[in-house]
């Protein structure tokens, strides 16, 4: 029955943030959610996922960045990532630009 609660409590927090994208409800419910442990439930220990969600406290969150796939390309790239590991890691033909190539991220 998780499903329809998830589903509700997102409805909930897009009420609030029209301009959310899917992504960044979804980690703002999976963010401010309660961890569950083995305690809590000793038989599911991996069928909790991120932990009890908490809809209040997904409508004010904290930070959400909403990133994308050349987000993760340029922080690769930032980090002195050859062209082959990148291309490597995103299974397609992304290389870096100079202006990204070897400056750190922090």
């Known amino acids: 029955m998780s499903c329809p ?3 509700g409590a997102a409805a909930y927090v897009k009420s609030f943030h029209p ?4 992504v960044a409800i979804r980690f ?3 963010t401010t959610a309660i961890p569950m442990t083995p305690t809590n439930n000793i038989e599911g220990d991996f069928a909790y996922g991120a932990g009890h969600i908490n809809p209040l406290q997904a409508t004010d969150p904290g930070l959400v960045y909403d990133v994308g796939e ?5 922080f690769l790239c930032g980090q ?3 062209v082959k590991n990148i291309q490597l890691i995103s299974g ?3 290389s870096c630009s100079d202006e990204t190539n070897g400056t750190l991220w922090v």
């Open 80 to 82: 002195g990532y050859t």
């Open 92 to 94: 397609d033909s992304s």
């Open 70 to 74: 050349i987000d993760y390309v340029k």
């Open 28 to 30: 703002a419910l999976m």
């Open 19 to 22: 301009t959310w994208s899917p």
């Open 5 to 7: 609660h998830a589903a």
